[in-house]
């Protein structure tokens, strides 16, 4: 059953229809990550707030359309994780908890191995994916934001300049369009329905918006109002 049934079923009999549950799937992004701070000569921070993750805007979302309805949210994103690992964890993290869909959303961290690291990606969201066809569950593949395309002049610290330089060069050279491509066609192959974000972006910046300012860390974390993105394209695909 479609979730948008299954919401409209406990909206209309909350005592007798099953409750409603939506498991998250991802890296840094789905966990709630935003700013980034150094905590040692090499190493950095992150802040986490997860109560502004996507996963709670499109559940304060679904609460005006579904007012009756109580929908249990498992945020199981985790910073720094990639699909290979989501694949490990993913009966652990998701599938003890019975949901009635998942959103899996991956590609940023892993196309830091370069396109040789596609192969892995693919393979491991293939399995994620036919896992969660075999269980009858249904699934969304989200493709992420953009990466900054240049160094923001608000990076100053020699260690967050040279992380921006990297990734920037992961995005402006197209490895990570080639990751969501790939993506795309493994998370299709199980019928998952596609809520392509990344896309989104990339209009963004073809229309000449300095994408870069979008991101709260100005490397690889959107901005909490751009997180609205994320949930109010989720909603668009849950109802598609």
């Excluded at 409603?20 to 150094?38: H, M, P, W």
């Excluded at 679904?62 to 009756?68: E, G, M, V």
């Excluded at 990466?147 to 002049?153: R, Y």
């Excluded at 330089?165 to 992961?170: D, F, G, K, P, R």
Aim: hydrophobic share 40%; net charge negative.
């Amino acid at each position: 059953m479609h979730i948008t049934e299954k919401l409209s079923r406990k909206q209309a009999d909350l005592y007798c229809a099953e409750p409603v549950t939506i498991a998250f799937l991802g890296d840094s992004v789905t966990q709630g990550c935003f700013e980034i701070y150094r905590n040692g000569p090499n190493s950095c921070e992150t802040y986490f707030e997860p109560q502004h993750a996507y996963s709670a805007r499109l559940r304060e979302m679904l609460a005006i359309l579904y007012p009756n309805v109580q929908v249990n949210i498992i945020n199981s994103g985790i910073s720094g994780d990639n699909a290979p690992n989501g694949l490990r964890r993913l009966e652990r993290d998701v599938l003890r908890y019975h949901p009635d869909l998942v959103v899996v959303s991956y590609g940023l961290n892993d196309s830091g191995r370069g396109d040789a690291g596609i192969a892995d990606y693919t393979a491991a969201l293939d399995g994620i994916f036919a896992a969660l066809e075999s269980a009858g569950i249904e699934s969304i593949f989200l493709t992420e934001n953009m990466m900054n395309t240049h160094v923001s002049v608000h990076t100053t610290d020699p260690f967050f300049v040279g992380l921006a330089e990297n990734l920037a060069s992961i995005q402006n050279s197209g490895l990570l369009d080639r990751y969501f491509e790939a993506g795309k066609q493994a998370a299709a192959a199980h019928g998952a329905r596609i809520c392509d974000c990344y896309a989104k972006w990339k209009r963004l910046a073809a229309g000449g918006v300095d994408v870069t300012e979008l991101l709260a860390n100005k490397v690889n974390h959107p901005t909490r109002e751009m997180v609205y993105l994320f949930a109010v394209s989720l909603l668009e695909t849950m109802f598609s």
